[in-house]
Nanobody, 116 residues
Framework: QVQLVESGGGLVQAGDSLRLSCETSGIAFVIFRMSWYRQAPGKERELVATISGDDDSIEYTDSVRGRFAIIRDNPKDTLYLQMDDLKPEDTAVYYC?????????WGSGTQVTVSS
């Protein structure tokens, strides 16, 4: 059974940091492209950061580059998102995603709320 379980969200103030975790099971984590997405109220889900399973290449959306870091721990089958200098516009539900071939798995999300 495949599971992606996010944790680490919460209510913080602008300028604070949070570290999200995505613990996975049931997938060959090391070969999957792993990503963090987020969805704010009334907005479409957007890609925040992604890391390849082939060469660990990383991409970020422009609004988080320099503030967020995506990290994969292959021995632990766990993905992280280190979020620094959080802004109110980062408020959203954050989802973990794993893709490989036709396989596309999602977690249920963790809420991040940043107050000004």
């Amino acid at each position: 059974q495949v599971q992606l379980v996010e944790s680490g969200g919460g209510l913080v103030q602008a300028g604070d940091s949070l570290r999200l975790s995505c613990e996975t099971s049931g997938i060959a984590f090391v070969i999957f492209r792993m990503s963090w997405y987020r969805q704010a109220p009334g907005k479409e889900r957007e890609l925040v950061a992604t890391i390849s399973g082939d060469d660990d290449s990383i991409e970020y959306t422009d609004s988080v580059r320099g503030r967020f870091a995506i990290i994969r721990d292959n021995p632990k089958d766990t993905l992280y998102l280190q979020m620094d200098d959080l802004k109110p516009e980062d408020t959203a539900v954050y989802y973990c995603n794993g893709k490989k071939w036709d396989y596309d798995y999602w977690g249920s999300g963790t809420q991040v709320t940043v107050s000004s």
